[in-house]
């Protein structure tokens, strides 16, 4: 099963409203990240959040960590049409193992 | 700065017919190298990474097979495709840590 799993799968919001996306995961991470896709193309980076973090900013984005409860949260404030895309969680275990486990991901749709 | 170029865009394909992709990173030396499928609407498939020349791990078993012949050259090959390989396929790399991931721009198989 997916180590990230996202929810909502699917959220369609207002420009200038927020928008909180959240992602699940199962075992013990070295670190969380977030990424961005936009429809037919490649995967962007967006942030790292590692597991002695709480709380993370770039931008308009702020990222949390809880490893007590195994989840994370996006939240993408005042939000603008140019964010509408796909948004993945991915985990990473560290150590030797170098997969990144990605989520199905959230489709967010900002409406102008 | 480093670059990653994946070839190529699109592709379609007839059922038994050989299949390569490939990618290159310019900019870095010793990246990791790895390879994703992506069903439509679903999350990232790791099929393949590579911590150096010639050193590739498969995680799913399956007629496709890579190769790395040089540093900073990932391919990705197929003797006979089927109608289940049909997908985007996404080359990344990364550096040792963080293992952040730089994504192409994808490849989008068709096979018919």
């Known amino acids: 099963s997916q180590q990230g799993e996202e929810d909502p799968q699917a959220l369609s919001i207002q420009e200038g409203e927020n928008a909180t996306m959240n992602c699940s995961y199962k075992t013990s991470i070295n670190n969380l990240q977030w990424y961005r896709q936009n429809s037919g193309r490649g995967l962007v980076h967006l942030i790292l959040i590692r597991s002695n973090e709480r709380e993370k900013h770039s931008g308009r984005l702020r990222v949390t960590l809880d490893t007590s409860k195994k989840s994370s949260s996006l939240l993408i404030t005042a939000s603008r049409a140019a964010d509408t895309a796909s948004y993945f969680c991915a985990t990473d275990s560290g150590g030797s193992n170098y997969k990144l486990t990605f989520g199905k991901g959230t489709l967010l749709t900002v409406n102008p | 700065s480093q670059t990653i170029h994946q070839w190529p865009a699109t592709l379609v394909q007839p059922v038994g017919s050989p299949l390569s992709l490939e990618c290159t990173v310019e900019g870095t030396s010793n990246p990791n190298l790895y390879w994703y499928r992506q069903a439509a609407g679903r999350g990232l498939q790791l099929l393949f990474y590579?911590?150096?020349?010639?050193?590739i791990s498969s995680e799913v078993p399956q007629n496709l097979s890579a190769s790395r012949p040089q540093d900073r050259q990932f391919i990705l090959s197929s003797k006979k495709l089927l109608l289940s390989d049909s997908g985007f396929y996404l080359c990344?790399?990364?550096?040792?840590?963080?293992?952040?991931?730089?994504f192409g721009e994808g490849s989008r198989l068709t096979v018919l």
């Open positions: 990344a790399w990364s550096r040792a840590e963080p293992r952040e991931l730089f």
């Open positions: 590579s911590v150096g020349i010639g050193q």
